[in-house]
């Protein structure tokens, strides 16, 4: 089974602001996400048992998942820096 996978506005956005070759894998991670969202380097986030990140290269989706509907929510798509955390 596939799970729907929702992009929120904020994160469409941040895809096009990333530079095309970056852009590629992070699409592609994405996409993969709708066969396996916990397949990858996902790692669950603390604080709410339906958070997750996804790392993809320098960069981060984050997602919520609903398991009962079988759907993925990215809300941000971030570019790991030294100052980010």
């Known amino acids: 089974m596939t799970w729907t996978i929702v992009v929120a ?3 469409q956005k941040q ?3 990333i ?3 970056d852009r590629d ?3 592609v ?3 993969a996400m709708a066969a396996d969202p916990f397949r990858g380097d996902v790692m669950k986030l603390e ?5 997750y990140r996804r ?3 320098s960069f981060r989706i984050f997602f919520r998942v609903d398991r009962t509907n079988r759907t993925v929510g990215i809300g941000a798509i971030v ?3 030294s100052t980010t955390y």
């Not at 604080?47 to 958070?51: C, L, P, S, T």
């Open 9 to 11: 506005k904020a994160a």
């Open 25 to 27: 894998k992070v699409a």
């Open 29 to 31: 991670a994405i996409q």
């Open 55 to 57: 790392r993809v290269g």
């Open 47 to 51: 604080g709410d048992e339906n958070r």
């Open 79 to 81: 570019r790991r820096t």
């Open 15 to 17: 895809l096009r602001r």
């Open 19 to 21: 530079p095309a070759k």
